[in-house]
Nanobody, 128 residues
Framework: QLQLVESGGGLVQPGGSLRLSCAAS????????IGWFRQAPGKEREGVSC????????????LYADSVKGRFTISRDNAKNTVYLQMNSLKPEDTAVYYC?????????????????WGQGIQVTVSS
């Protein structure tokens, strides 16, 4: 059974940092693009970042939404079958439920319709 499980969320003060993890089971992340998405109350789900499969030839191996560029970093550890989202300089507007998702084409975008498998989501709250 293919499964993605997020962890690492929680409450943090503005300016603080969190690292989210997305662990896969039942399949190998290496062949998939992995995206991070978030959804705040009353808002649509938005793409935050994506890391493309190493099997895809592209000049851009990672993508970021403009709102998080320079603050968030996506990375993957294929040996651990896990993708991370390091979030620094967090702002109250980063508060949302964060989801990771897998795209079997390996290409990946910040468009959620590309993705086949989703985690259950994890809450991130940035507040003083």
């Amino acid at each position: 059974q293919l499964q993605l499980v997020e962890s690492g969320g929680g409450l943090v003060q503005p300016g603080g940092s969190l690292r989210l993890s997305c662990a896969a089971s039942g399949f190998t992340l290496d062949a998939y693009a992995i995206g991070w998405f978030r959804q705040a109350p009353g808002k649509e789900r938005e793409g935050v970042s994506c890391t493309r499969s190493r099997h895809v030839t592209s000049n851009e191996t990672t993508l970021y939404a403009d709102s998080v560029k320079g603050r968030f970093t996506i990375s993957r550890d294929n040996a651990k079958n896990t993708v991370y989202l390091q979030m620094n300089s967090l702002k109250p507007e980063d508060t949302a439920v964060y989801y990771c998702a897998a795209d079997g084409t390996g290409w990946g975008t910040l468009d959620s319709s590309w993705y086949d498998y989703w985690g259950q989501g994890i809450q991130v709250t940035v507040s003083s």
